[in-house]
């Protein structure tokens, strides 16, 4: 069945039904994912702390808030969201998190 969107929700930013909110992104030793309100980052293990920026009080990205207590819920829900997909989609012969080895 051939589905037509509209492109209205994506440029007054209402969004559009039925598409997610959130963007993941790997780059061997970091991995994300993005919100319209957040930015959040986890580093393997000895590579960097984790980062997290307000996007919509800091849209330039200045500010690591990862560590502020007033953001500690977003971050832990962010983490948990972040774990889950890269558990569900990761190639593990090139899961670098969990014994693969780079491409």
């Known amino acids: 069945m051939l589905r037509v969107v509209t492109s209205v929700g994506v440029i007054d930013g209402t969004g559009v039904a039925g598409w997610r909110d959130e963007a993941f992104f790997e780059a061997e030793t970091a991995r994300s994912i993005r919100t319209r309100e957040h930015l959040y980052t986890r580093?393997?293990?000895?590579?960097?702390?984790?980062?997290?920026y307000d996007l919509v009080a800091d849209p330039?990205?200045?500010?690591?808030?990862?560590?502020?207590?007033?953001?500690?819920d977003a971050v832990a829900r962010l983490d948990a969201r972040l774990t889950e997909f890269f558990a569900t989609h990761a190639d593990p012969r090139y899961d670098l998190w969990n014994g693969g080895s780079g491409q």
């Open 43 to 52: 580093h393997l293990d000895g590579t960097g702390a984790p980062e997290c």
């Open 60 to 72: 330039e990205q200045w500010t690591n808030v990862a560590a502020d207590p007033r953001y500690a």
